[in-house]
């Protein structure tokens, strides 16, 4: 997926969720952002805030939902992140906004260039169809493995995740047990050690939160 943006000259991308607390002020923290920079920076820049990123964030926050270029080399707040991206030879960015998700309302993706930023702009206007749709199936695709390291959620087996996926196509245990050339009692303990997995009291839930987790595929 990475390389999909790198040939259009995005280079480093930096994922991220945010939460937001009872003042309705949005909550950073690196265990839900991923990045092709440096761990130990993220960690840094997201658990202080985000400054460098505050313009973005707000655009975030206000329900933008088309890309937003910006201009790396033109912003006035300064952080260590920005002088690394500057170090990089990164010039500009798009910012994508993402759908939000379950306890995490604001999703973003930021695809930084060495481009210079009328270039980006001829580079949205060009392919801006086709960016965007990348950058909502790197969300469909990364969105789970964060809420899961959020959560403390551990990964539903191969078979764990078989029943539970038939399960949520409205078919009964029999039918997963025929499928799957399984006993109905295996069955019936997979879909236990699912519900125990992700927290669940029921199967409906145990489908609705494999489906936040991305461990069973949407109908």
Do not use: W
């Given at each position: 997926m990475?390389?999909n943006?790198?040939?259009?000259?995005?280079?480093?991308?930096?994922?991220?969720?945010?939460?937001?607390?009872a003042s309705?002020?949005p909550?950073?923290?690196?265990d839900l952002?991923?990045?092709?920079?440096?761990?130990?920076?993220?960690?840094?820049?997201?658990n202080h805030?985000?400054?460098?990123?505050?313009?973005?964030?707000r655009?975030?926050?206000?329900g933008?939902?088309?890309?937003?270029?910006f201009?790396?080399e033109?912003?006035?707040?300064?952080?260590?992140?920005l002088a690394e991206?500057?170090?990089?030879g990164?010039?500009?960015?798009?910012l994508?906004?993402l759908?939000?998700?379950?306890?995490?309302?604001i999703a973003?993706?930021?695809?930084?260039?060495?481009l210079?930023?009328?270039?980006v702009?001829?580079?949205?206007?060009?392919?801006?169809?086709?960016l965007?749709?990348l950058?909502?199936?790197?969300?469909?695709?990364?969105?789970?493995?964060?809420?899961?390291?959020?959560d403390?959620i551990?990964p539903?087996?191969?078979?764990e995740?078989?029943?539970?996926?038939?399960?949520?196509?409205?078919e009964?245990?029999?039918?997963?047990?025929?499928?799957?050339?399984?006993s109905?009692?295996?069955v019936?303990?997979?879909?236990r050690?699912?519900?125990?997995?992700?927290?669940?009291?029921?199967?409906?839930?145990a489908?609705a939160r494999?489906l936040?987790y991305?461990q069973?595929?949407?109908l």
């Amino acid at each position: 997926m990475v390389e999909n943006f790198s040939c259009h000259g995005l280079v480093q991308l930096t994922y991220g969720l945010a939460e937001v607390d009872a003042s309705q002020k949005p909550s950073l923290c690196a265990d839900l952002a991923m990045s092709t920079m440096s761990r130990d920076l993220i960690e840094r820049h997201f658990n202080h805030g985000c400054l460098a990123f505050d313009p973005l964030l707000r655009a975030l926050r206000a329900g933008r939902l088309e890309p937003m270029p910006f201009d790396i080399e033109a912003m006035e707040v300064e952080s260590e992140i920005l002088a690394e991206m500057r170090t990089m030879g990164l010039r500009s960015g798009v910012l994508f906004p993402l759908p939000p998700l379950a306890g995490c309302p604001i999703a973003g993706l930021i695809a930084a260039s060495p481009l210079s930023y009328p270039q980006v702009c001829d580079l949205l206007d060009v392919e801006g169809q086709r960016l965007v749709a990348l950058a909502h199936r790197f969300h469909a695709q990364t969105s789970g493995e964060l809420m899961r390291r959020r959560d403390a959620i551990t990964p539903l087996t191969g078979r764990e995740r078989d029943c539970l996926q038939i399960i949520a196509r409205g078919e009964r245990m029999a039918a997963a047990a025929h499928q799957l050339g399984l006993s109905e009692a295996t069955v019936e303990l997979h879909l236990r050690n699912a519900r125990r997995k992700l927290g669940a009291r029921s199967l409906p839930e145990a489908v609705a939160r494999g489906l936040l987790y991305r461990q069973i595929e949407p109908l």
